[in-house]
C-alpha cells in the first residue's frame, strides 16, 4: 500500500474570513495548527506537507501558486461564494491543480462591507452585468442570487467530504 506524509498544518489565504473559519474548524477536528500563508512561510520548513486553503477569485485559488512553491500540498480547498460541490473542474483549471492533488469546493459566503478595492469594483460589475442580462443560465441565476445576499455558508457539515478523504488518506498510511 502507498505511504503518504502526513500533513503538518492547515494552511490558508483569507480575504473577508470565512476560508480563515473553515482553517480553524477542520484544524481542531484534525488537531493540525491553522496558519495564514504568510505566517506559514516564516514558520514551517521548506517542503512540508500541508492541507491548503484559499479562498476563489475568479475561479483562482488564492495563494495556492505560492504554498505549492513553498510546501507539498496534499489537498486543497477553494472557499468560494458557488454552491458546495459546484465550479469543481473550472477551478482546478484555472488554478491548474493537477489530478494528483484532491481538490474540494466549500462554500463560503458574501460579506461586501469587507471587500475593498479593486474587488469591490469587479464584484459591483459583476452583479451590474448579470442584473442586466435578458436571460441567464441556472448557474448565473444562483450567483446573482447569492450576490444579493450578505450571509455566511460555513458550517461544521460542509467539512464532511474533506474529513473522509483524509479518514481514508490517513488510514492507507
Ligand atoms: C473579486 C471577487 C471574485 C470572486 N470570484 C468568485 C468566483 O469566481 N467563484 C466563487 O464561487 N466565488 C467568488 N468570489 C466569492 C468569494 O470566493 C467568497 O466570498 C469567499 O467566501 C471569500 O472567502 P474569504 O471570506 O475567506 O475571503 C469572489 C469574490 C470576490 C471579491
Redesign the pocket.
Same mark, same amino acid.
Not at 483569507?14 to 480563515?20: A, D, I, V
Given at each position: 500500500m502507498e505511504r503518504h506524509e502526513l500533513p503538518h498544518a492547515i494552511v490558508y489565504t483569507? *480575504?473577508? &474570513?470565512?476560508?480563515?473559519q473553515y482553517a480553524e474548524m477542520l484544524g481542531q477536528k484534525l488537531q493540525l495548527p491553522a496558519l495564514a500563508l504568510d505566517k506559514a512561510i516564516t514558520q514551517l520548513p521548506e517542503k512540508s506537507c500541508v492541507l491548503y486553503l484559499g479562498?476563489?477569485?475568479? *475561479?483562482r485559488i488564492k495563494g495556492y501558486s505560492r504554498a505549492v512553491r513553498r510546501f507539498s500540498v496534499c489537498a486543497a480547498c477553494a472557499? &468560494?461564494? =458557488?454552491d458546495m460541490g459546484t465550479?469543481l473542474s473550472e477551478v482546478r483549471r484555472a488554478t491548474s491543480v493537477p489530478d494528483t492533488i484532491p481538490l474540494f469546493t466549500l462554500q &463560503? &459566503?458574501? =460579506?461586501s462591507g469587507k471587500?475593498k478595492g479593486l474587488?469591490k469594483i469587479?464584484?459591483a460589475m459583476?452583479q451590474k452585468g448579470l442584473s442586466a442580462q435578458q436571460q441567464r443560465s441556472a448557474q448565473e441565476e444562483r450567483?446573482l442570487q447569492l450576490l444579493q445576499q450578505d450571509k455566511s455558508y460555513v458550517c461544521e457539515e460542509n467539512l464532511t467530504g474533506i474529513l473522509a478523504w483524509y479518514r481514508e488518506y490517513t488510514a492507507e498510511r
Open positions: 483569507s *480575504n473577508t &474570513g470565512h476560508t480563515r479562498w476563489i477569485h475568479a *475561479n472557499v &468560494g461564494l =458557488c465550479l &463560503g &459566503g458574501f =460579506c471587500i474587488d469587479l464584484i459583476l450567483m
